[in-house]
């Protein structure tokens, strides 16, 4: 069964840009969730999708966005890039939406900021 | 909304010593807190969980203890060898696939 799947996995940008990152997750897991990796904060949850339905929001300003489609796959976009924006990027998947179940990390996409 | 906070931050052990790592949080809902190992350049991996109706639970060299009354819970590690050097997260979730983690302990394992 192949795991969750992040790309890009490398990608840099300059301020101002925006980005979209795409993960597929494992084949039957319906919810998908992004957390943000840094040195200085951690792992931070950013949303969590279901259904195509977003179902939790952490506390990130509008510029970051996503959307999950039918087949379970899911985008995130950031707008207007700030250096502090800086991350790895983590998708993970679960067979189930609530917190009955493992969740399953991708590689991640690095996403660094000029 | 929910904090956890984690300690130690770095913890050197010698090998075939034990390593506990603690955390507390601050949401009396929280009901799941799963630990994450995440070695350096990969993803982080679920290495065991416990549930808030559950005051231990044991996986080989691995233990997780949960306090609902004090809001702590501790990972524990006996026998520790080389490959357990990792960094370690706690985390805790009230609902949903929403996990708030701790900072992270850097666990290194002296051969």
């Known amino acids: 069964k192949a795991g969750v799947t992040q790309t890009p996995r490398y990608l840099i940008k300059t301020r101002g840009q925006q980005v979209t990152l795409s993960c597929s997750p494992i084949s039957g897991h319906r919810s998908v969730s992004w957390y943000q990796q840094t040195p200085g904060q951690g792992l931070q949850f950013l949303f969590e999708?279901?259904?195509?339905?977003?179902?939790n929001k952490g506390n990130f300003p509008g510029r970051f966005s996503g959307r999950q489609f039918s087949n379970s796959r899911s985008e995130m976009n950031v707008s207007t890039l700030e250096l502090g924006d800086s991350a790895l990027y983590l998708c993970?998947?679960?067979?189930?939406?609530?917190?009955?179940?493992?969740?399953?990390f991708g590689e991640g996409s690095r996403l660094t900021v000029l | 909304g929910e904090n956890v906070e984690q300690h130690p931050s770095t913890l050197s052990v010698q090998e075939g010593d034990s390593a506990v790592i603690k955390c507390t949080y601050s949401?009396?809902?929280?009901?799941?807190f799963p630990w994450y190992k995440q070695e350096l350049g990969k993803r982080p991996q679920l290495i065991i969980d416990i549930r808030s109706n559950v005051g231990e639970k044991k996986d080989q060299r691995i233990a997780v203890t949960l306090n609902k009354t004090a809001k702590h819970f501790s990972l524990h590690i006996t026998e520790t060898q080389p490959e357990d050097s990792a960094v370690y997260f706690c985390a805790a979730s009230i609902e949903g696939n929403m996990l708030t983690f701790g900072g992270g302990t850097r666990l290194m394992v002296k051969p």
């Open positions: 999708y279901f259904s195509e339905t977003q179902r």
């Open positions: 949401d009396s809902a929280s009901n799941y």
């Open positions: 993970a998947s679960s067979s189930t939406g609530g917190n009955t179940g493992e969740l399953f």
